[in-house]
């Protein structure tokens, strides 16, 4: 039995040094809640453009890939106020040119599957020449889905167990071939002329992890096993599904410094304030009695975001008002601003990646809206209710697992949201139209506010299930 693991976490994103999405979150932050003095925590990033100043920075490795022909720098950096290593990974050819993800419009020499095998054959390299013994490798999403194969074609790494994690099982990175083999990498069992990155992982990990238990049950179906539902039917017993947690001292209303005020359980209505101070920002009407819903996501069918343009009609004839903060499809983005000049007094659109603007969202909304046809997980319906906003979603993945349907029990209120199933607007509306007719109740719509605030979505109790994964594949090495 291992005493002390030795654990990395490699992955395309980690918060706050890049992120485009939800994965930051979860590697900015679980790796926090995994190191104690059983474990020794690292992260594998490549190093983006946006990230050249960290060059600057002491402790560096040095690896050859593709059979000696490309150098790979490793730079190391402690993540402050903890004990994680950080190494980025920098390569001008493949990795260090162009944002986190490639698109058709940039020049670059490679595309997203390119950059990111390469940068899984550094993780190989840099994993092969560090003198550390390496117990776990823990790779996320599609970016990573070559690592548990190239571990275990390995002699050097053979003993190092392999977890994968399932973001989202939608996005699986489709490669040629012929590419492939151009840089030495040869994955039997591809489909025809491709390989499929998640797909690989999958196959060759020693164990395979998603974000939410409801999401773990999904991906067995065709429906949402997107053409994987017989690999993982046959590994089922290698999977389970682990919720994701938030940063609570990042997503605090007591301490938030981007909202305009602080707020606790006690002083919930101070809430009323940052509603009021959000509505004169966005130019919407200071209605204290419309019912202000929040949205921040990425505008984009799979979040059901055309299901919210297709209400709008009906909308404008309630006492509602909306803020959306996202960005996404162009034809969605479009039909957006076109709504907002249409329906000027009910909705405010932000075609933006804007941090403060999304906590001060979070803060002045009274409820927020998440939609999802699919969500793995979720975590603005759990940063919401932290807010004591109250969610709107859809019965799905990490949104039915987090958010619990109001319900009234004679003289108790149970519940922290508005859940509803059907794949469709007008059950939206529905949800809707159920939290407006609870809104003018307010007793019950406070009591719900304090129902989001006393839920604990931290890292804690995620963590102490992975970490017993951790000893379960290390203690049958």
């Not at 009021?276 to 505008?299: A, D």
């Not at 969610?391 to 949104?399: F, S, W």
């Not at 987090?402 to 794949?423: Q, R």
């Amino acid at each position: 039995m291992i005493n002390k693991l030795n654990i990395f976490h490699v992955a395309s994103e980690c918060a706050p040094y890049a992120k485009v999405g939800g994965l930051a979150d979860v590697i900015g932050s679980l790796p926090f809640s995994l190191q104690n003095d059983q474990n020794n925590i690292s992260i594998c990033l490549p190093l983006y453009k946006q990230l050249i100043s960290y060059k600057k920075r002491v402790n560096l490795h040095s690896v050859l890939v593709l059979a000696n022909a490309e150098n790979v720098t490793v730079y190391k950096l402690i993540i402050p106020q903890s004990n994680i290593s950080l190494f980025l990974f920098y390569n001008k050819k493949f990795i260090s040119e162009g944002p986190i993800y490639l698109n058709s419009q940039l020049k670059t020499t490679n595309n997203n599957q390119e950059r990111f095998a390469f940068f899984n054959l550094a993780v190989i390299e840099f994993l092969k020449k560090i003198k550390t013994t390496t117990n776990i490798v823990h790779c996320h999403d599609w970016h990573t889905g070559l690592i548990p194969y190239l571990i275990k074609k390995e002699p050097k790494l053979i003993k190092i167990k392999t977890v994968f994690t399932i973001h989202n099982i939608a996005n699986q990175g489709i490669w040629e071939v012929a590419k492939a083999k151009k840089m030495n990498i040869n994955i039997p069992k591809t489909n025809g002329n491709f390989i499929n990155f998640i797909e690989t992982g999958l196959r060759y990990s020693d164990f395979i992890t998603t974000v939410s238990p409801t999401y773990a049950k999904e991906i067995l179906t065709k429906k949402y096993g997107y053409n994987l539902t017989p690999l993982l039917n046959k590994r089922k017993n290698k999977l389970v599904g682990i919720l994701n947690g938030i940063n609570n001292d990042e997503f605090n209303p007591v301490t938030d410094k981007k909202i305009f005020y602080n707020y606790n359980i006690k002083k919930i209505s101070v809430k009323k304030l940052n509603k009021t101070k959000l509505q004169k920002l966005s130019g919407l009407p200071i209605e204290p009695k419309n019912l202000l819903f929040g949205v921040v996501t990425r505008l984009y069918e799979q979040k059901g975001m055309d299901w919210l343009a297709e209400i709008m009609p009906h909308l404008k004839n309630l006492k509602v008002q909306i803020i959306l903060l996202g960005t996404g499809d162009k034809l969605l983005e479009k039909k957006f601003k076109l709504l907002e000049k249409k329906y000027p007094k009910t909705l405010r659109v932000y075609i933006d990646f804007n941090l403060k603007l999304a906590q001060q969202i979070y803060a002045g909304s009274d409820a927020f809206l998440v939609p999802s046809r699919f969500e793995p997980c979720g975590l603005t319906q759990m940063i919401a209710m932290r807010y004591g906003t109250i969610p709107i979603v859809r019965a799905t993945g990490g949104l039915k697992d987090s958010v619990i349907p109001y319900k009234k029990d004679k003289n108790t209120i149970h519940g922290t949201g508005f859940v509803f199933t059907d794949e469709k607007p007008s059950a939206l509306l529905d949800g809707i139209e159920r939290a407006i007719k609870i809104y003018h109740n307010k007793n019950i719509w406070k009591q719900l506010q304090k129902n989001c605030m006393q839920q604990n979505f931290s890292w804690e109790t995620s963590a102490k299930k992975y970490i017993s994964l951790y000893k379960i594949l290390t203690s049958k090495s």
